[in-house]
């Protein structure tokens, strides 16, 4: 017989199935969108000196600082279901030679972030952690769009590094053969996690170069004065 | 449900078929929990740490097999931290050597400073068997009831209250 708690649990069944097939559509819609990202990175000046992890540490660790710049055309990752993007730049770098082992010079085993932002599309600006003078900036600078490709453009000159990075025995100075790489992570509103792939997918291109040449960090710069 | 239980057969068959309910769920749990190679293939965000791009009662699905690469630098994670019993989502910020025994140092995206604080006495790093899963899934505030449940917990008496009184009251 229908009875009034009968009609409540079929009303809230088709509800929830409605709802998640809908969000199933929006997720694989994101496969139906072209991704062609591009970015050119480069090391411009780099430093290494020493420091302790935090103030009331008596360890020295080297640190590296890596300025960089950066040219990164990301625009193609907005969509409607983008919620965020979060762009990170990593120093990659093959082990270190005191643990040398024959035939794994090739691989990069040492990844670090050195720097990292999270470009939100204009429907999550309500969520960054700004203050409210740079929230209504944002706002104000996408007035009337909902996705907003323009925010996927970066142009960084001589950019000072997020993260001082060391290694684990806290020696980085003199390490050879050390890369840029340019990596996102997209962030949707419903669905997969997608970060930049090494192969071309359907419609989605791998990332055109976003490595830097290969460098070097220098010896610990003497203290000065 | 009275008559109900003036037949013990009939109520027999809903209690049965209460049980194959719960049982049901149950094993979809634990199937999911095999596929993933995870003790918790979907959790739910309980802090800010990560916004904007989670928020508290987002569902997250996690992946724990490395079939095509290892874990790495960017990758979402969650982790338990030895003596804690709260699993932590947050993004690997730096990895040192590869394999199993590989140096990991994770950041919430939200936060100032990385995740050395939060470790355990004497742990700096943490090691791919601390963690139990790679974000690879997301459905926003669904998870949200539980966070409920959690907070005021004579939800959860009333809504199991409420599921078995439903399932007494329906014929068949």
Do not use: C
């Not at chain 1, 780099?46 to 625009?75: C, M, N, W």
């Not at chain 2, 009939?10 to 049901?24: G, H, I, K």
């Not at chain 2, 939060?118 to 505030?141: M, N």
């Not at chain 2, 998870?143 to 005021?152: A, K, L, N, P, S």
Request: aromatic share 10%; no cysteine; proline share 5%.
């Amino acid at each position: 017989m229908y009875n009034s708690i009968n009609r409540l649990q079929t009303v809230f069944g088709f509800f929830t199935t409605v709802a998640f097939v809908v969000a199933a559509i929006i997720a694989a819609s994101d496969f139906t969108a072209p991704r062609t990202p591009s970015a050119t990175i480069k090391a411009t000046n780099v430093q290494v000196v020493k420091g302790r992890p935090h103030y009331y540490s008596s360890k020295k660790e080297e640190y590296a600082i890596i300025r960089f710049s950066l040219d990164a055309d990301l625009s193609s990752l907005f969509t409607w279901n983008t919620k965020q993007l979060f762009v990170y730049v990593t120093a990659e770098w093959p082990a270190a030679p005191s643990g040398a082992v024959a035939g794994s010079g090739t691989n990069q085993t040492n990844k670090a972030i050195i720097w990292d932002t999270i470009i939100t599309s204009p429907s999550s600006d309500h969520l960054a952690n700004i203050g409210p003078a740079t929230l209504k900036k944002l706002r104000k600078s996408a007035a009337g769009k909902s996705v907003d490709p323009s925010r996927g453009k970066l142009s960084l000159k001589n950019q000072r590094p997020k993260y001082q990075i060391t290694y684990p025995t806290g020696k980085v100075a003199n390490t050879e053969d050390m890369t840029l790489h340019v990596h996102y992570n997209v962030q949707p509103w419903v669905g997969m996690l997608t970060w930049d792939q090494d192969f071309d997918f359907a419609l989605w291109k791998k990332m055109a170069k976003g490595i830097s040449k290969v460098f070097a960090l220098p010896a610990v710069a003497p203290k000065k004065g | 449900m009275l008559s109900s239980l003036q037949n013990p057969r009939q109520a027999a068959a809903q209690l049965l078929n209460f049980a194959l309910m719960m049982s049901t769920a149950f094993m979809m749990w634990k199937g999911l929990s095999i596929a993933a190679d995870s003790p918790s293939p979907i959790v739910v965000v309980l802090s800010g740490s990560m916004e904007p791009a989670f928020q508290r009662g987002d569902l997250l699905f996690l992946w724990n097999r490395n079939l095509l690469a290892e874990t790495d630098v960017g990758e979402v994670v969650v982790y338990n931290v030895k003596g804690k019993d709260i699993p932590i989502v947050h993004r690997v910020v730096r990895k040192f050597g590869t394999g199993a025994h590989a140096k990991l140092l994770t950041k919430g995206d939200n936060n100032a400073a990385d995740d050395t604080e939060l470790y355990a006495r004497g742990q700096d790093y943490l090691d791919r068997s601390d963690i139990i899963g790679s974000v690879v899934g997301y459905i926003p505030f669904v998870g949200y009831v539980t966070i409920m449940f959690g907070e005021h917990p004579w939800l959860k008496t009333v809504m199991f209250g409420i599921m078995g009184l439903l399932v007494v009251l329906q014929r068949e």
